[in-house]
């Protein structure tokens, strides 16, 4: 089992910006896919962005894309997710996730959790307006 650990939560305000790091123990034969979901209170968890670790393809949510972008350091076993312009909306706990994949993909490809195996405690992102 990988052990995902996630920092970088914190409060800011709306229009501003915050980096999340999503470190992994160690990336198996089924570590293909590291996805950022979040929650906040009363809501269903989301997935936000993704990224398949052997080519960098990346994947969005529509209400984030533009302004959060998912990268990686290979060899630190490390997944960001920078976020710009910050809503109130964006508040949540965020919780990064590694798996094989595939991700559903008709037309457009769809962050679920099905696909992801392994979850980090999360970290708390609060932006207020």
């Known amino acids: 089992q990988v052990q995902l650990v996630e920092s970088g939560g914190g409060s800011v305000q709306a229009g501003g910006s915050l980096r999340l790091a999503c470190v992994a123990s160690?990336?198996?034969?089924?570590?293909?896919?590291i996805g950022w979901f979040r929650q906040a209170p009363g809501k269903k968890r989301e997935g936000v962005a993704a990224?398949?670790?052997?080519?960098?393809?990346?994947y969005y949510a529509d209400s984030v894309k533009g302004r959060f972008t998912i990268s990686q350091d290979y060899f630190k076993n490390t997944v960001y997710l920078q976020m710009n312009s910050l809503k109130p909306e964006d508040s949540a706990i965020y919780y990064c996730?590694?798996?094989?994949?595939?991700?559903?993909?008709?037309?457009?490809?769809?962050?679920?959790?099905?696909?992801?195996?392994?979850w980090g405690q999360g970290t708390q992102v609060t932006v207020s307006s």
């Open positions: 160690e990336y198996t034969y089924r570590t293909k896919y």
């Open positions: 996730a590694a798996g094989i994949g595939p991700l559903y993909c008709a037309g457009i490809c769809y962050i679920t959790e099905s696909p992801f195996d392994d």
């Open positions: 990224i398949y670790i052997s080519d960098d393809t990346t």
